[in-house]
């Protein structure tokens, strides 16, 4: 009974390359959500995405960073030229349905940009 | 919007003790809130919710939580803390926001339980 997936659970990216985080969901769940941690800080509300659907974006900083669920495959969230300040844990969780309340969340991405 | 307050940044207990660790809430609406735990290095692990019914609610690993609608209160606590229970405790509330399923959570409170 897998859980949530997160690859790669460590990322180092210099700054103005592209980092992609994947995050493949439990097992029977269609909906993600997108959490960032920075340090010292809760945890902030990105992205709710379904699939092939974003339902909410309220959270996503305005430029560089967009959220994909296919089809098939995994969510992607992308962060382009990314900066030093997008150093944070990115958590993925996902849920079977918007009735279903609580979210189970992945191991994270700690994402780090030197 | 919904919000969730930690009131305390850490707490710690003597191994055996009773564990309060305190989380306010403020919603318009019927409140759906949660309590997470969080290990070094680790992804977010769902402890318990209350939607509705009974203000006490049993959780994972001996854990429960009172909701006190008057006091705006959801507190967790366990009858007698292990060392185990040591790490960092989310309190959250659904936030209705588009599509109505996104959590906010409070700042998080250090559990530190010694010998």
């Known amino acids: 009974n897998a859980g949530v997936m997160q690859n790669p659970r460590h990322l180092v990216r210099r700054r103005g390359q592209e980092a992609r985080l994947r995050c493949s969901p439990m097992k029977g769940h269609s909906h993600v959500y997108w959490y960032r941690q920075l340090p010292e800080e809760g945890l902030k509300f990105m992205v709710y995405?379904?699939?092939?659907?974003?339902?909410?974006e309220s959270g996503m900083p305005k430029e560089r960073f967009s959220a994909e669920f296919p089809k098939e495959g995994p969510s992607i969230l992308r962060i382009q030229q990314v900066v030093r300040g997008d150093s944070a844990a990115y958590f993925c969780a996902s849920s079977a349905s918007s009735a279903i309340y609580e979210q189970y969340f992945g191991p994270g991405t700690r994402l780090t940009v030197t | 919007a919904q919000s969730v307050a930690q009131p305390e940044d850490q707490v710690n207990v003597a191994e055996g003790n009773p564990l309060t660790v305190k989380c306010t809430y403020s919603v318009s609406g019927n409140p759906y809130l949660f309590w997470y735990v969080q290990y070094p290095n680790r992804g977010l692990q769902f402890l318990l919710k209350?939607?509705?019914?009974?203000?006490l609610v049993k959780g994972s690993y001996g854990f429960e939580a009172e909701f006190n609608k008057s006091q705006t209160s959801f507190h967790l606590k366990k009858p007698s803390a292990l060392v185990s229970d040591s790490a960092l405790y989310f309190c959250a509330v659904r936030d209705i926001g588009l599509g109505g399923n996104k959590l906010t959570f409070g700042t998080g409170t250090q559990l530190k339980v010694e010998l």
């Open positions: 209350y939607i509705t019914g009974d203000n």
């Open positions: 995405l379904q699939k092939e659907n974003i339902i909410d």
